[in-house]
Every structure is written in structure tokens, then in C-alpha cells.
């Protein structure tokens, strides 16, 4: 299922992180170089600037939650009435909780994770490049 999923969201979700963080750093160029004295401006553009990072934190939440639920899968099999059941049950479910113990993230064109690492990341980034254009500016 997850390899599905991967292939569904891969391409477009690559596409999505590429132009937020393009977003994110296009309204801080612009406060910073044309318009830094209107106010309403910049506080236009400050709401474009966080428009563009919570575009992408849903995406990383539902990511970074997927990964959680599915790290404990093992644990819920475990503690389900495994041991009353059938000899094949038992087989079918040791093999399903070895299989659930290796982990499984979702990735954007195998380059980038679907995780809050990298939501943090892309607005670690954007705040860089917002201190090197304003070291520019200087």
C-alpha cells in the first residue's frame, strides 16, 4: 500500500516542497530589497511567507503521524489474543510482524522524506536565505 501511495504522491509532492520553498523565499526578497518601508506591504508579504510554509506542514504532520502508527504495529500485534488462535494464524502474523518491523517513510521522488524534519528544514533554509539576502543588502 505504501508503495502505491508512493507512487501517486512522489512526483507531485517533489514539485510541491520545489515551489514552497521557491514561495517562501520570493515574498522575503521582495520585503527585503524593494519595499522595507510600507508596513502594509511587508505585512502582506509576511502572511505570503507563512502561507507558503503551512502549505507543505500538513503534509509532513500526516507523514511524520503515518510513520509513528506504523512504527508501533508490531507492538498492537503482540498485544492482540494471538495466542489462542489457530497454527496458521500464528504463522501468517509472525511473518506480518517481522515484515511491520522495518520501517517505512514515504519519500518525494526517493529525494526527500514526508516528515516534520523537513518542514523544519525548508523553514530553516528559507530563514538562511533570508539572513544571507539581508547580509547582502548591508
Request: aromatic share 10%.
Amino acid at each position: 500500500m505504501l508503495n502505491v501511495i508512493q507512487n501517486i504522491i512522489s512526483l507531485p509532492m517533489f514539485l510541491q516542497f520545489t515551489v514552497t520553498a521557491i514561495n517562501i523565499n520570493m515574498p522575503t526578497f521582495g520585503r527585503i530589497t524593494i519595499l522595507w518601508g510600507c508596513t502594509v506591504l511587508s505585512l502582506v508579504l509576511c502572511g505570503i511567507f507563512t502561507r507558503g510554509a503551512l502549505e507543505i506542514f500538513p503534509i509532513c504532520y500526516c507523514g511524520t503521524a503515518f510513520k509513528l502508527l506504523f512504527d508501533k504495529l508490531h507492538v498492537a500485534m503482540f498485544c492482540s489474543n494471538w495466542v489462542v488462535q489457530t497454527q496458521k494464524f500464528r504463522k501468517h502474523m509472525i511473518l506480518f510482524c517481522e515484515r511491520s518491523l522495518k520501517s517505512h517513510t514515504v519519500m518525494t521522488s526517493g529525494i526527500v522524506r514526508i516528515l516534520l524534519d523537513t518542514f523544519v528544514s525548508t523553514c530553516k533554509t528559507a530563514y538562511s536565505l533570508l539572513a544571507v539576502i539581508m547580509k547582502m543588502n548591508e
